[in-house]
């Protein structure tokens, strides 16, 4: 059924309905007209005040701004322009800063002269030159196409006048040159329509053929998808017509590489059914020669496009690839400050926009991020996204296997994956998929459960090895109080297993010295069952160490309340300190004392929980008690008496 036409308060346009049957005579044909010319004049009709070039020029000495949508109108308009009115002085907003003092002298010449002066760009704030702007009389913005004018396009090109319904999202995301492309010689306009909405699908996320699920189907998101629901409810009510658009709140979502971040973003724009603008710091570098020109020039261009392509969603990837200015020293400081300006005041104006752009960014480290990027005006909101946990993995995985394997005990399987993220549930259901495939037979759980757990190559003396350092880490953390997710002796990059605690956000001396001595419980165990020390504890103790040097450098957990260095830096000042390194040496030390005493009263159950990971691979939390008997507790009480010890 057809809808009512777009009003101009529609901020998340509805679909355009098919124009009334009307006859269409030669000169109201477009055909004669490149596709560009015509929606190039169009557009210009669409203007507030529609004014006439000649009427700008007629009488008088004008400076004008052409505001465009985008970089990409600036030639067509520019020709355009000329065309209409050959005498008249033109600037247009790909030329040079550089550049910009010599043509100042001649927009004063040009004046004086008494010629009409027209200066183009989407930026002109930062595209051209300050005595332009300063001089305008005038200043023109034309309005990005709307559906409304792309069927009017369509009629005039094609001389139809029944014309298929058109969205705002049939169109999102494209520029001058994609809606150009749709209008081609003998055509229709059905085909006209299926041009524009193929184009718009393959830069947005489409509703029908991508496999994006919808927020409600996600899994393992918490915080962040609950926010996303929020926002997508805001987005209907902006339909709605009962909120303003500039009430939708931004947000950046940050968490190690693989949780899903892009999904998320992209979950939200097809469920809002609105266009997503996939960027990144990288691909602002990738065009033209990389001199900060370009940088900025791209930088406008993608903020310009969301902006013509509103509503949108606007991700913005690898945030972190812009530097902290605070932390730049003098070599590059005065390119990144002008680099990372340029994003901040892109940032601010399509925020202060308020027309219904959604604007997303995602960093894998959110501490190297500039605090001017996140303060609100700019990023709203913040959400971490950690791996997910079992149910959160379960759910991934039935979304990927889609009506494959419906009997599968997806529950059963994500316990065997604990720490994967979603990106790697997705490759494991895909390799498990070819498998089948490759078989000519339907997907079965072993084919998934062979993917998730395949044959470790190590020899058993060196997986017992593991076990047993895994175990230590284990129950020394049970003993003191901390919960453990998961623990495995299935190997992750350099790591022959690891153990997933959950710890607390805040920490004190004691709490510290907790986790030093689950740190350290893994070589304390491999010691106590006749290992000799080697190599596989190094992780352990780099963290070790760095705990202990954050709390006299960082935390103020020591009798100098002097910061010197941030946690992350620590371990470079213990380098360079040989006073400080001796001092966290000494802690080691008695803490390892401490440390291996725990292992020798609870070694039975070490050699139990390692038994248990030779046999299974991976034990979560559940599991992992159920090994631990309450009879252990009374070794808390040991522990606890322990931790009366001098601390200096």
């Known amino acids: 059924m057809s809808s009512p036409d777009q009003t101009d308060d529609d901020a998340f346009g509805f679909l355009q309905g098919p124009e009334p049957e009307a006859k269409v005579t030669n000169e109201d044909r477009g055909g004669t007209m490149s596709p560009i010319d015509l929606l190039l004049d169009l557009s210009w009709q669409a203007i507030d005040d529609f004014p006439r070039l000649g009427t700008l020029s007629a009488g008088a000495t004008l400076v004008t701004i052409i505001q465009v949508p985008s970089s990409t109108w600036i030639d067509p308009v520019h020709h355009f322009v000329h065309e209409n009115d050959p005498a008249a002085m033109i600037v ?13 002298g001649l927009i004063i010449d040009a004046l ?25 009389d005038v200043v023109v913005t034309v309005p990005a196409p709307t559906p409304e004018l792309m069927r009017k396009a369509i009629r005039l090109h094609t001389g139809r006048s029944r014309i298929p319904a058109l969205g705002a999202m049939d169109i999102g995301g494209l520029d001058l040159l994609d809606l150009a492309a749709a209008l081609r010689p003998q055509t229709t306009p059905r085909a006209c329509v299926e041009r524009l909405k193929a184009a718009s699908a393959s830069r947005s996320v489409s509703t029908s053929n991508d496999a994006t699920p919808m927020l409600q189907g996600l899994s393992g998101y918490g915080a962040a998808r609950d926010w996303c629901l929020a926002t997508l409810a805001d987005i209907e009510a902006v339909r709605a017509g009962t909120l303003s658009a500039g009430e939708i709140e931004s947000a950046v979502f940050y968490g190690p590489p693989g949780t899903g971040k892009t999904t998320l973003a992209r979950s939200l724009a097809k469920s809002a059914r609105v266009p997503l603008i996939e960027t990144s710091v990288a691909a602002w570098f990738q065009h033209r020669e990389g001199a900060l020109g370009d940088f900025l020039q791209q930088v406008a261009d993608v903020f310009a496009r969301a902006r013509s ?14 530097p902290d200015r605070a932390q ?12 990372v300006g340029g994003v901040l005041l892109e940032l601010s104006r399509i925020r202060e926009a308020k027309n219904g752009v959604v604007l997303l960014g995602a960093t894998n480290h959110l501490a190297n991020i500039d605090a001017a990027l996140l303060r609100p005006g700019r990023f709203d909101r913040r959400f971490r996204i950690d791996p997910p946990d079992a149910a959160g993995l379960a759910g991934i995985m039935r979304s990927h296997l889609g009506e494959d394997c419906p009997q599968a005990d997806v529950a059963s399987l994500a316990r065997l994956m604990p720490g994967r993220t979603g990106a790697d549930v997705a490759g494991m259901v895909r390799e498990a998929k070819r498998i089948a495939r490759t078989a000519r037979r339907d997907l079965t759980e072993a084919d998934l459960r062979a993917v998730i757990m395949p044959a470790d190559p190590r020899p058993p003396a060196e997986l017992r090895h593991i076990a047993i350092h895994e175990a230590g880490h284990a129950v020394v953390a049970h003993v003191l109080g901390y919960k453990v997710e998961a623990v495995t002796i299935r190997g992750e990059g350099d790591a022959g297993g690891w153990t997933d605690l959950r710890l607390p956000s805040i920490s004190d001396r004691r709490l510290i010295e907790a986790r030093v001595k689950i740190l350290l419980a893994g070589r304390a165990a491999n010691t106590a069952f006749g290992a000799t020390a080697d190599t596989g504890a190094t992780a352990d103790l780099a963290e070790a160490t760095r705990l202990l040097a954050a709390a006299r450098l960082s935390f103020g957990l020591t009798e100098s309340l002097v910061f010197r260095s941030g946690p992350e830096h620590a371990l470079d000042v213990v380098a360079r300190d040989r006073s400080l390194a001796d001092a966290i040496g000494h802690e080691l030390n008695r803490l390892m004392i401490s440390t291996k005493r725990i292992v020798a009263e609870n070694r039975p159950l070490i050699e139990r929980v390692a038994d248990a990971l030779l046999g299974r691979t991976v034990l979560d939390g559940a599991e992992l008690t159920d090994l631990i008997v309450p009879k ?17």
């Open 632 to 648: 252990t507790m009374p070794t808390r009480r040991r522990e606890s008496e322990l931790n009366q010890e001098p601390i200096w």
């Open 92 to 104: 247009d907003g790909k030329s040079k800063k550089k550049d910009w003092s010599a043509q100042e």
């Open 309 to 322: 392509a509103a509503p949108c969603v606007l991700f913005i990837d690898e945030l972190d690839s812009l």
């Open 328 to 339: 730049l020293d003098s070599r590059g400081k005065s390119w990144w400050s002008s680099a």
């Open 112 to 136: 004086d002269r008494g010629k009409t002066i027209f200066g183009i760009a989407s930026d002109p704030d930062s595209q051209l030159p300050p005595l332009m702007r300063a001089a305008a």
